[in-house]
């Protein structure tokens, strides 16, 4: 229901006449700042709500299917999806009034034989726990509290041993030591995600499958005649003046 035009206005930032130019010229000094922009008309009445759709181009549909095909294939050899940080920080934080937290973060020892995700790890926060800069962290034990003029919900306070850090650069930069704070709320442990297993990396670890990228395509339709003119002439084909485009 649209497509893509280049734009009919002149300002700073595009001029039409650009377009009739050889593209070496476009690319000089003198055009170092010019800016070429495309308008989104539409191609019948769209009506309030509707969405909008653009043919994003032949390449992009193929490289599009392409990366399903591996997703699918990833499914079938990863198994079970592994859920996400923001997914497991929504499970453990939800409160539930007369059951409080449902689900406690695991020590150390009950890790071992039921652990996380690989793709995430835990994180504290360090000092007064609102607002406070996040590190990441253990839980060592945990104190499960039921809260008996709460209505009988369930908290829990954690001992955890904050991981060291690199503080400062270069030689010059010192590592921090092991350090274990007591009593921390459940409100101040959180999940992560490991460095490079988000589903906005190429996975290191377990992430279920690499993000889709792909450029948008310019109809060859509006290709200006001068742009068309130097791919020929790059090939070593003549093209004549009069018959561009």
């Given at each position: 229901?649209?497509?893509?035009?280049?734009?009919?206005?002149?300002?700073?930032?595009?001029?039409?006449?650009?377009?009739?130019?050889?593209?070496?010229?476009?690319?000089?000094?003198?055009?170092?700042?010019?800016?070429?922009?495309?308008?989104?008309?539409?191609?019948?009445?769209?009506?309030?709500?509707d969405?909008?759709?653009?043919?994003?181009?032949?390449?992009?549909?193929?490289?599009w299917?392409?990366?399903?095909?591996?997703?699918?294939?990833?499914?079938?050899?990863a198994?079970s999806?592994?859920?996400?940080?923001?997914?497991?920080?929504?499970?453990?934080?939800?409160?539930?009034?007369?059951?409080?937290?449902?689900?406690?973060?695991?020590?150390?020892?009950?890790?071992?034989?039921?652990?996380?995700?690989?793709?995430?790890?835990?994180?504290?926060?360090?000092?007064?726990?609102?607002?406070?800069?996040?590190?990441?962290?253990?839980?060592?034990?945990?104190?499960?509290?039921?809260?008996?003029?709460?209505?009988?919900?369930?908290?829990?306070?954690?001992?955890?041993?904050?991981?060291?850090?690199?503080?400062?650069?270069?030689?010059?930069?010192?590592?921090?030591?092991?350090k274990?704070?007591?009593?921390?709320?459940?409100?101040?442990?959180h999940?992560?995600?490991?460095?490079?297993?988000?589903?906005?990396?190429?996975?290191?670890?377990?992430?279920?499958?690499?993000?889709?990228?792909?450029?948008?395509?310019?109809?060859?339709?509006?290709?200006?005649s001068?742009?068309?003119?130097?791919?020929e002439?790059?090939?070593?084909?003549?093209?004549d003046?009069?018959?561009?485009?």
């Amino acid at each position: 229901n649209a497509k893509v035009v280049w734009s009919t206005q002149s300002h700073g930032m595009h001029n039409p006449e650009w377009l009739e130019l050889d593209p070496d010229v476009l690319s000089d000094e003198a055009h170092k700042f010019a800016n070429l922009m495309l308008d989104v008309v539409a191609t019948r009445k769209i009506e309030e709500g509707d969405e909008v759709f653009i043919d994003y181009g032949d390449d992009w549909q193929e490289a599009w299917d392409e990366h399903v095909a591996r997703v699918k294939a990833a499914d079938l050899e990863a198994g079970s999806w592994q859920p996400t940080a923001l997914e497991l920080n929504t499970l453990y934080h939800q409160y539930r009034a007369g059951a409080g937290y449902a689900h406690p973060f695991k020590t150390a020892d009950e890790l071992k034989a039921d652990p996380y995700p690989e793709r995430v790890t835990t994180a504290c926060f360090k000092g007064a726990w609102a607002g406070a800069s996040m590190r990441l962290c253990d839980v060592v034990d945990r104190v499960d509290i039921k809260v008996e003029d709460g209505g009988g919900e369930m908290t829990y306070n954690y001992t955890v041993k904050v991981r060291p850090e690199f503080k400062g650069s270069g030689s010059g930069g010192e590592t921090t030591k092991y350090k274990t704070i007591q009593d921390l709320p459940h409100e101040a442990v959180h999940f992560v995600d490991r460095p490079y297993a988000s589903d906005q990396s190429r996975p290191v670890i377990k992430a279920p499958f690499p993000p889709f990228r792909h450029h948008i395509s310019i109809p060859d339709d509006i290709l200006p005649s001068a742009w068309k003119a130097k791919k020929e002439k790059d090939k070593g084909v003549d093209v004549d003046e009069n018959t561009k485009g």
